[in-house]
């Protein structure tokens, strides 16, 4: 990649990123290195070129099939909500979509392990943070309700998509004393943001703020 992909151009600047993340301080987000990698991370490169010109601006934007790629602020506000609840070693992410959360993952956590139901979309995320140098996250392809128990207990996980109920089975592969944060809640009705922490056989829950985002759904697409 040569320096003007990655650093971009126009509305793709460093001082357009600098108002985003200008603008996130404003919306609450505190910790800094959340907003030194936010500031960093050129998320131009995860959207369409069509869509570049839009990249820094704290909205989701459409990534294709039906997908999106998460509002800024949420990607900011989940990444800190872990940070500080605790450890940050292995982390499992549901819906890797885009690639541009797990790209703010692989900069904050030792590993990332990244699941996405739609093949062509984790293959070109997959490609995109090779690019970026980013390899401490391995990839799988498959339905994320169920986890990746070869690979638990996990310090931590981030469910980028909404199901209706809490997800027991992710819930289970959670180390002891581990969080999880999760959009909960129906497609078109409010979408709870919750901290889910186990301790031993127990979970505490607690909810954050409501929140808008894509279904979890059940299977594997080619
Ligand atoms: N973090 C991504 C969010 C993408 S939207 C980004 O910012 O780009 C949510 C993603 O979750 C979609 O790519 C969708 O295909 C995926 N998804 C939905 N249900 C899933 C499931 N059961 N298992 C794995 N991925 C799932």
């Not at 793709?12 to 907003?35: C, F």
């Not at 799988?140 to 809490?166: C, H, M, N, Q």
Request: charged share 25%.
């Amino acid at each position: 990649m040569n320096s003007r992909d990655l650093h971009g151009i126009g509305m793709t600047s460093q001082r357009t990123r600098r108002r985003l993340v200008q603008r996130l301080e404003d919306e609450g987000i505190k910790n800094q290195d959340v907003l030194n990698i936010m500031s960093t991370t050129p998320r131009h490169l995860f959207v369409d070129e069509a869509m570049s010109h839009r990249a820094y601006e704290d909205i989701s934007l459409p990534i294709g099939r039906g997908q999106t790629i998460s509002q800024p602020y949420i990607v900011a506000r989940m990444t800190e909500i872990l940070l500080e609840a605790g450890s940050c070693n292995r982390i499992l992410e549901i819906g890797t979509g885009s690639g541009f959360q797990t790209a703010i993952l692989a900069q904050l956590f030792d590993k990332v392990y990244s699941i996405e139901r739609i093949k062509a979309l984790q293959d070109k995320a997959r490609k995109q943070l090779m690019t970026l140098r980013l390899m401490n996250v391995e990839y799988r392809y498959g339905d994320g309700g169920e986890g990746w128990s070869e690979k638990s207990p996990f310090d931590a996980i981030i469910v980028t998509a909404a199901p209706p109920v809490l997800p027991r089975m992710l819930m289970q592969q959670l180390a002891d004393g581990g969080h999880m944060v999760v959009p909960v809640g129906a497609v078109d009705g409010k979408q709870n943001l919750c901290l889910i922490q186990r301790v031993g056989d127990d979970f505490e829950k607690h909810i954050l703020e409501s929140v808008r985002f894509v279904p979890l759904l059940g299977g594997a697409l080619e």
